[in-house]
């Protein structure tokens, strides 16, 4: 696109620079008349204000915020890279704006005014955030996490479908002892693999002890401090599943660390299939999303939503597959066994 | 601190709230003299327009652009989360403004009012864009990687000091087939290492063959292609040194891959102690730069900056030391002899 300059505002208002930025900035010292002008030609060339980054026509600032967990997790730059990229490309700049336990993002931030549209990937269960952001207009996206009933637009991968694939192949090698290694409770994305794993399981007539069942953050430490844990039980579990791929990487770090190898001694299955999960090293047994694809939507669904505020909302919903590499072995491995005969 | 909202400004003028909206988007229909009242309570207030996001007063917009690569490369979010947690502290939002080979960051994008100041961490030698920013005011540090002779503030590591103790643990430990995997010869990282490691090395009477040093862009596909052709010579080198973290990992997963365990088989020594070295799947033998000190002196360099733009320039420059984990080993190892006598 090309961007007007103040200098062709002043041509076309036929008036100095000095005056098209004071016009523009509110200052006095001249005519209604010529201020009038001036912003007429502003629109008419839909000239952005180097002060204020806002078009006066379409009072536009061209940037969206986007609300994400740490860009240390390596699962976050998988979607914010590519989804930035793709504003980029349409003419939009990213704010990368911070959500965390201790200083969760607020209303204030997302709505004042600087922001055309906001993307948010760290949406919790019952947050009302999202619906306070649609009451005021303002376009939003769910991507990743979605809430019950919340009046934006939402993508997101089939979780619930994804591990249900999950919990057939950890069924059909054999395993009757699983744990699972989940994520929030207030994440949908948690909550719908539980759902799924549990589901695919039970088909099956297995069912997950409770005491199998490991909860934290979406992170490798809370990979790699469960799936210690879980090597330390008398009972260790055969097959692990873990809520997405970071937290089975520190799991995988973890079974090194204790000597078991992943794939000939243990099960462990991932989520997501983010790049590392097939680095030699790892060779994650994984339920594929594709981020790419997923960023791909959540911003058709936000530049949208910005052209038209008032179009039908939609919820996307993108496939999973189960991705076979190298941690998925059989429970009749010796090594893999029950030390100690457990119930299932 | 406390924000004045419009109603605050409203209040202080004696009008409305929307006639303070209207006076400050510069619209008509009231007289100058009650603009200038709106205006200068607007200012007493350190009111900022929820329009333009600009303060009235200081004329700050509280929004710092970051230049980086990738965030998907390990090492950007490393460098990139602590200063965006820092300026959040300051009251800074962090607007992220990617740097690639195929669409360089332009002086534009950076120069457009809308930037109270820029950080820049894809400095390349000769780029003129430090300077450009500068010249025109804008408070600029460049971070990891400097140029020669800019007239910004700078904060770096001892990249060469690094690369001499890599020398010397290569050395010390026997080997005297060394290889090197570099990244761009237009990095003053790249340039230090290498220097650091020639110099190094060359005290202990090593030199590097011309045909042992590969270079590519600072990932992980790098280090992995690097690896793998130097596992497929004849003379395979006994020792690699990575110019950063990112290139190690892929090295030796490439490793791994020929079935040469990096440690027992093979020298493998990385750069900068990124988080992941510290993984059991990889236990990389590296030389640590402490990256969150770097990113608060890179922010300390820049809110100084932009609080006082006349203060003298400064270049910072943190130490580096050796870590020693799983990934060195002595030449003397059998498995890592070299297939056929090779020249040094």
Not at 47 to 68: D, F, K, N, P, Q
Not at 273 to 292: E, H, N, S, V, Y
Request: glycine letters at 10%; aromatic letters at 4%.
């Amino acid at each position: 696109m090309v961007v007007a300059t103040s200098r062709d505002v002043a041509r076309m208002a036929g008036v100095s620079q000095s005056t098209v930025s004071r016009a523009l900035r509110g200052e006095g010292g001249m005519s209604e008349q010529t201020r009038d002008r001036i912003q007429q030609a502003a629109m008419a060339l839909n000239y952005v204000t180097l002060e204020t980054g806002r078009s006066l026509s379409t009072r536009a600032t061209h940037r969206i915020g986007m609300v994400a967990g740490e860009l240390t997790n390596p699962f976050y730059p998988e979607l914010v890279e590519p989804m930035r990229a793709d504003l980029h490309r349409r003419g939009f700049r990213t704010l990368l704006i911070p959500d965390r336990d201790e200083t969760p993002v607020s209303i204030d931030q997302l709505a004042d005014g600087s922001l055309d549209g906001v993307v948010i990937l760290t949406a919790l269960l019952g947050s009302p955030l999202p619906q306070a952001l649609a009451d005021r207009g303002i376009p939003v996206v769910l991507v990743n996490r979605e809430l019950d009933g919340a009046a934006t637009d939402v993508c997101v991968m089939d979780n619930r479908d994804g591990a249900r694939q999950a919990a057939a192949l950890i069924a059909d090698l054999g395993h009757t002892e699983a744990a699972a290694i989940l994520g929030p409770v207030q994440t949908s994305t948690s909550r719908d693999r539980e759902a799924g794993l549990r589901e695919g399981l039970g088909e099956r007539g297995i069912a997950i002890r409770a005491s199998m069942v490991c909860r934290g953050s979406f992170s490798y430490e809370t990979g790699f401090a469960a799936m210690t844990a879980l090597l330390n039980r008398a009972d260790r579990p055969t097959a692990v599943f873990c809520a997405n791929d970071v937290i089975a990487v520190g799991a995988c770090n973890a079974a090194m660390t204790a000597g078991v190898q992943p794939g000939r001694d243990l099960t462990v299955v991932g989520f997501d299939d983010i790049p590392m999960a097939c680095w030699p090293a790892f060779q994650l047994t994984t339920i594929r999303g594709d981020l790419t694809a997923l960023a791909e939507e959540a911003i058709r669904l936000l530049t949208q939503r910005i052209a038209d505020p008032v179009r039908a909302r939609e919820r996307v919903v993108l496939p999973t597959h189960l991705v076979l590499r190298g941690t998925h072995g059989s429970s009749a491995n010796p090594r893999s066994r029950r030390r100690t005969p457990g119930g299932s």
